[in-house]
């Protein structure tokens, strides 16, 4: 098995172990429980191949064996096999149960690892999520629209409350009605009641205190 191509990585080792001991080791599927003292049988059967040191093998082995794959595969009424596939042995019950926390400890490590990475994912998309709404611009306010201010209409500073005896018929006068008064002429004067024809042509009668001239 002379070779002068050196393998130093650990999957293209186990490659190799598959295709010189498809027996043995298995590739793909449900693994072999191996014979207990296999990596020496292994080192004597590539002593003379230049391809894997010792020390390389053994870190294969190690990952291999150390696979869930493999680790599934000790279980209770299985043979163990040699580098030919040749029974050696069913199991034994600590060998199984050793193998059976491995694997679970293993997973749980696993999936801890995976809680522990999904939570960091989720923390940094919080900042990044909160900085793309802050960058959100926010809607203008509708500016309220003032309701125009009535302008008062100026009012004769000078008029004052007439007297009964001073309004006769046709006289221009101003009639206090609400807050503003209104221009009109007097038409007729009965006692104290005036009837006054307003300029918007509407005709009243008020007291003679509501009269302004």
Known sequence: MESTEKLTDTNAILAYLYETFPLCFVAEGETKPLKIGLFQDLAERLAD???VSKTQLRVA???YTSS??????IKAGVQRVDLDGNPCGELDAEHIEHAQNTLKESQERARAKRMEQ???????KKPAAKKAFNKQP?????????????KKPKIDENLVPAQLDNLKPNQRVNVKLGMTPVKGVILDINKEDVHVQLDSGLSVKVRCEHILV
Do not use: F, G, N
């Open 68 to 73: 869930w794959r493999y680790l599934k595969c």
């Open 138 to 150: 926010r809607a203008a306010k509708p500016k309220r629209q003032e309701k125009p201010v009535a």
């Open 118 to 124: 999904a939570k960091k994912e989720q923390a940094a």
């Open 61 to 63: 082995l190690r990952r």
């Open 49 to 51: 191949d230049s391809k």
